[in-house]
Structure formats: C-alpha cells, structure tokens
C-alpha cells in the first residue's frame, strides 16, 4: 500500500486536486489501498471511502 502525503502542503489548489485525482485512479485501475496523511481531512474525503483522525494518539 502506498503512503502519500498531502499535495496541498506545498501545492496550489489546482496542483492538489490533479494529484488526488491521479491518486484516486491509479487506486481503482489497480485495485489497491492507498494511506493519505493530511491535515486537511476536507481535502482528502472527497477522494476516499473514510477519513480516519489521530488525535491524542487514538484513532
């Protein structure tokens, strides 16, 4: 499973949205996983089917 970071970190909103588009269909072409780490849930659960939040240090 691949680990990405948020594009929107140091990316344009134009930039960001090209690479989760990317990242969502390389997912679904090649069926696999892929674990996003953001700060910007918002962002990233318009690309995927759950947002998971650390705080504290629990899920």
């Not at 680990?3 to 990242?23: F, G, K, N, R």
């Amino acid at each position: 499973m691949p680990c990405s970071p948020s594009p929107s970190a140091s990316a344009t909103a134009t930039t960001a949205t090209a690479v989760m588009e990317l990242q969502s269909r390389l997912r679904s072409e090649r069926a696999m996983a892929i674990l996003l780490v953001s700060h910007e849930p918002h962002l990233i659960s318009a690309y995927t089917e759950a947002v998971h939040v650390l705080h504290g240090g629990r899920l």
